[in-house]
């Protein structure tokens, strides 16, 4: 997982657009990655996951990419809406989730 | 209601005193994951619990927390003699198996205020 810290990157948008949310990870013998979406107040809400087998997953408006050459995956959410605001967590797994710093997405109407 | 249950959720302790958390998982599961996150961090990991036994306790602190899973009723995480800095969210997830098919579903958490 990504070192923590003090001040989480923010990512603002426009209503409409597609917003691309980026996660760079560390154990290159994890096999199993996570999306969650926390809304202040609130736990962690399930997006999408994907396994290490597989480079791209798509779900309802959500898509997962995940690069093993350079640990790094990604999030993309089509036509981003107000209710998507929130934070957004990568996090490695599958028992012992290791959660990464997470992205603040604001959505600009 | 079929989702991940955590209570209280405000819990406020003065120093000294003893905090319990309590997590009831979905129905179904019988896996049982306890994280904590301060303000502006991602969620750290403290335990995971299977029905009587504790299956990984790495992330805990070696003193004054424990947690367990009993045959009937929820699970607990409790810590005792409670300091300042045990201040933060606890979440408890949730999973039907050790498969990793199966992602942890999160209850709303308990926030831990000490005085």
């Known amino acids: 997982g990504e070192s923590v810290g003090l001040h989480l990157p923010t990512l603002s948008v426009q209503e409409g657009d597609n917003s691309i949310i980026n996660c760079a990870y560390s154990?290159?013998?994890?096999?199993?990655f996570i999306w969650y979406k926390q809304e202040s107040g609130k736990g962690p809400q399930f997006i999408i996951d994907i396994r290490s087998n597989m480079d791209k997953r798509q779900g309802q408006r959500v898509t997962v990419l995940l690069n093993k050459t350079v640990k790094h995956l990604s999030l993309q959410i089509a036509a981003t809406q107000p209710g998507d605001s929130a934070v957004y967590f990568c996090a490695e797994g599958p028992q012992k989730l290791v959660f990464g710093q997470g992205t603040r997405l604001t959505i600009n109407p | 209601n079929a989702g991940v249950m955590q209570n209280p959720r405000h819990l406020v302790r003065r120093r000294g005193q003893e905090a319990r958390l309590r997590c009831s998982p979905m129905k179904g599961h019988s896996h049982v994951y306890w994280y904590r996150q301060l303000p502006e961090e991602g969620l750290k990991f403290m335990v995971y619990?299977?029905?009587?036994?504790?299956?990984?306790e790495s992330g805990m602190p070696k003193e004054r927390f424990s947690a367990e899973f009993p045959k009937e009723g929820p699970s607990i995480l409790r810590i005792q003699q409670v300091v300042r800095g045990d201040s933060a969210a606890y979440f408890c997830a949730s999973s039907p198996s050790r498969s990793s098919n199966q992602p942890q579903h999160f209850g709303d958490g308990t926030r831990l205020s000490i005085l």
């Open positions: 619990l299977q029905k009587e036994n504790i299956i990984d």
């Open positions: 154990n290159s013998a994890s096999d199993y």
